[in-house]
């Protein structure tokens, strides 16, 4: 058994032509900020495939690079400016930010209906609350996109997700309790989790440990969502070895090429509606 390989790009490349046609229609320009601060080299990978994406369709994306030194008073100010800004759609502040500003002062600055990564504690709320109009976490926002593109049906379903995080796994695991599916959490501290990932019928791995998910983790055929990017000295490669668990996974995702590039175009989709709810309120540029 081989797994059928989900293809993220490909659908993202797809999901940007449809994106772009809508800017096209638009009147006013889609506008996303990016804050950068410091210079870590992992950063601006991202935030280059990000401003790669945002020219194809057509949104004014402008990164805003701030040194490794800069008080959080001085973040916090350009945030207020850009929260006042009618035109701004969405912001977002790439991370990991230096040790000395409070991520949760930074992120709970922002305008939560301009908080395009999703991260705020009002929006996390309301994804936990099932309020409309809330923003999602990219990255969980474009598993989900991808999961629906090929009909995989999550209702009733076992889900796993190793990690705990704020901004992948527990967003995630709203998501997918929305969807009716049954949801275990894992972590460091999880004393039986290759039994409790055996018994997924979806199993979700965000943890930054290369390659630690092996074939033993998977039930045959389960779909297995790799989230990890980890560079190695054969490349880049997911929290999943690849090779070994395609064989036994119903359905899985690369890396490169899978969750990564939904991530990057949940972002532009965010950014996109704004911008679209902006011009129905009768914007003007
Ligand atoms: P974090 O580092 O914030 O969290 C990692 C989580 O994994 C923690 O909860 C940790 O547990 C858990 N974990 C680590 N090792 C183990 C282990 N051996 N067994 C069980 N649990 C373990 O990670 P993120 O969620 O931010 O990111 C995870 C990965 O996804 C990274 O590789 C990151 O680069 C990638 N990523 C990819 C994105 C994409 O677009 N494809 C977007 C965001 C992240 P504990 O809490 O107990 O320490």
Do not use: C
Request: glycine share 6%.
């Amino acid at each position: 058994m081989t797994a059928i390989i989900l293809d993220g790009l490909g659908l993202a490349n797809e999901l940007a032509l449809e994106l772009k046609q809508e800017v096209n229609s638009l009147k006013v320009i889609p506008v996303l900020k990016v804050i950068l601060v410091g210079n870590d080299p992992e950063s601006q990978i991202y935030v280059r495939s990000k401003e790669k994406r945002a020219r194809e369709i057509g949104i004014n994306l402008e990164v805003v690079s701030l040194p490794e030194t800069i008080e959080e008073r001085e973040i916090l100010d350009l945030i207020d400016r850009f929260n006042k800004q009618d035109e701004v759609d969405g912001i977002m502040v790439q991370l990991p930010l230096p040790q000395h500003i409070s991520y949760h002062n930074i992120i709970n600055a922002l305008d939560p209906t301009k908080d395009a990564d999703g991260f705020s504690a009002v929006n996390m709320g309301k994804l936990w609350l099932n309020e409309p109009n809330f923003i999602a976490p990219a990255t969980p926002k474009g598993i989900m996109t991808l999961l629906d593109h090929y009909h995989l049906e999550l209702a009733g379903k076992n889900s796993v997700i190793i990690g705990r995080s704020n901004i992948v796994s527990k967003p995630l695991a709203s998501l997918l309790l929305a969807r009716n599916s049954t949801v275990t959490i894992t972590h460091r501290q999880t004393t039986n989790i290759i039994e409790i990932a055996r018994q997924a019928d979806f199993l979700f791995v965000a943890t930054g440990q290369a390659e630690m998910v092996d074939k033993s983790f998977v039930k045959p055929g389960a779909v297995v969502v790799d989230v990890g990017i980890n560079r190695t000295d054969h490349g880049l490669v997911g929290d999943v070895n690849f090779s070994e668990v395609k064989q036994v996974a119903g359905y899985l995702t690369p890396v490169p090429k899978g969750v990564g590039p939904m991530t990057v175009i949940s972002l532009m989709e965010q950014v996109v509606s704004h911008a679209k709810m902006r011009e129905e309120n009768g914007a003007k540029s």
